[in-house]
């Protein structure tokens, strides 16, 4: 599956912008401060427990919802916060889906946190919620396995 452009609405710093990529690699280049960070995030965000964290982390400030559009080659899809409902919303080709049913249609794309460097010095409990977060990005059916366990 192939990325092909990515919007961002009110996430982070972005308040609307539209990024195009071409067919094989893509290089985001740019100095400390300018959301490089921020358009990774935004990819790995439905794979991710990050949006379950506090999805106002990604909001901006002073706008009630933000969103995410996805175009993959096969595959469009959109995840959207609405603040004053406390509200996530996933969808496939303008069609609400649940999380687990999007996370299974969307790519595996695995990314480290920088809370993530204090695996070495965190209790076990720490290094088991790290690796069980690889495993849901990877697998994310595995969510609903820990969550029965």
Do not use: C
């Not at 794979?47 to 901006?60: D, G, K, M, R, V």
Request: avoid cysteine; proline fraction near 5%.
């Amino acid at each position: 599956m192939t990325l092909q452009s990515l919007r961002l609405r009110h996430f982070r710093n972005f308040d609307d912008v539209n990024f195009q990529f071409e067919p094989g690699k893509n290089i985001i280049i740019g100095n400390n401060g300018v959301w490089k960070t921020n358009i990774l995030e935004a990819l790995a965000l439905p794979l991710t427990h990050l949006s379950e964290w506090n999805p106002e982390y990604h909001l901006q400030r002073w706008s009630p919802i933000l969103s995410i559009h996805y175009g993959f080659d096969s595959f469009r899809g959109h995840y959207s916060y609405a603040k004053e409902k406390n509200k996530k919303q996933y969808q496939q080709e303008q069609k609400s889906i649940s999380r687990f049913a999007f996370q299974k249609i969307y790519p595996h794309i695995i990314t480290f946190h920088p809370h993530m460097m204090d695996l070495l010095y965190g209790s076990p409990s720490t290094r088991r919620d790290f690796l069980d977060e690889i495993l849901i990005q990877a697998f994310p059916e595995y969510q609903k396995i820990l969550r029965s366990y």
